[in-house]
C-alpha cells in the first residue's frame, strides 16, 4: 500500500511558475512509476506527466517544454515544475503511482492516488 501527499499548489499569475511535490509513504518508492494528472473545472482527469522508475519521462503537449518531472528516490519524493503558466493549467493536480515497467498515461493504470492540490493561474 503506497499513501501519496501532494503539496506546493497556490495561486500564481500567468507566466509565472509553481513547484508541486508528492511525498510518498513506504519503502518501494523506486520501484514505482510516478505521474502526475489533473482536472479542470467541468473536464475529466487528464495526463500531465510520468516518470518511471528508471527515470524516463513522459509529458502531455499541452505541457511540453513548460514542465518537468523529476524524482528523488531517496526522500520519496516527486516533484512538478510547472514554468510559464496559463490560465488553462488551473485544475487539481494529482500524484499517482503504478509498478508497471512502462510508463502509461491512462488513468486506469494507476491504483495509487492522492487528495489533490489546486493550482490556480489567473490572468
Known amino acids: 500500500q503506497v499513501q501519496l501527499v501532494e503539496s506546493g499548489g497556490g495561486l500564481v499569475q500567468s507566466g509565472g511558475s509553481l513547484r508541486l511535490s508528492c511525498a510518498a509513504s513506504g519503502h518501494t518508492f523506486s520501484s514505482y512509476t510516478m505521474a502526475w494528472f489533473r482536472r479542470a473545472p467541468g473536464k475529466g482527469r487528464e495526463f500531465v506527466a510520468a516518470?518511471?522508475?528508471?527515470?524516463?519521462?513522459s509529458y502531455a503537449d499541452a505541457v511540453k517544454g513548460r514542465f518537468t518531472i523529476s524524482r528523488d528516490n531517496a526522500k520519496n519524493t516527486v516533484y512538478l515544475q510547472m514554468n510559464s503558466l496559463k490560465p488553462e493549467d488551473t485544475a487539481v493536480y494529482y500524484c499517482?503511482?503504478?509498478?508497471?515497467?512502462?510508463?502509461?498515461?491512462?488513468?486506469?493504470?494507476?491504483?495509487?492516488w492522492g487528495q489533490g492540490t489546486q493550482v490556480t493561474v489567473s490572468s
Open positions: 516518470i518511471s522508475r528508471s527515470g524516463s519521462r
Open positions: 499517482a503511482a503504478n509498478r508497471a515497467i512502462v510508463v502509461s498515461t491512462t488513468t486506469s493504470m494507476y491504483y495509487y
